[in-house]
């Protein structure tokens, strides 16, 4: 199937910058749009920033001009360069990718989640 693994996360103070990455692996097809969320405590997960395989890009407002969403389609890889952090960046940063995937000669479509980065910016 498809595997999603994030890095990058971590501790940063406010006004400095983190760059996440996100590489799928396993029997992959095809993906289409890749994307990265987040969920603050006691808040519901909301889109930051995703992109399609077209290059087609959506930013959440609140990350606009700050955050830049790219994607390397040979190596399988979102990356969030995040700049200009805020305390109100701080959350669980996750990963999500949607294509299709081989298993018993056939092709599935899937819609995976990595485990989650915490970022936590300091005021």
């Known amino acids: 199937q498809v595997q999603l693994v994030e890095s990058g996360g971590g501790l940063v103070q406010a006004g400095g910058s983190l760059r996440l990455s996100c590489r799928a692996s396993?029997?992959?097809?095809?993906?289409?749009?890749m994307g990265w969320y987040r969920q603050a405590p006691g808040k519901q997960r909301e889109l930051v920033a995703a992109?399609?395989?077209?290059?087609?890009?959506n930013y959440a407002d609140s990350v606009k001009g700050r955050f830049t969403i790219s994607r390397d389609n040979d190596k399988n890889t979102v990356y969030l360069q995040m700049n200009s952090l805020k305390p109100e960046d701080t959350a669980v940063y996750y990963c999500?990718?949607?294509?299709?995937?081989?298993?018993?000669?056939?092709?599935?479509?899937?819609?995976?989640w990595g485990q989650g980065t915490q970022v936590t910016v300091s005021s």
């Open positions: 999500n990718a949607d294509g299709r995937y081989y298993s018993g000669g056939q092709l599935w479509p899937y819609d995976y």
């Open positions: 992109i399609t395989i077209g290059g087609s890009i």
């Open positions: 396993g029997t992959i097809f095809s993906i289409n749009t």
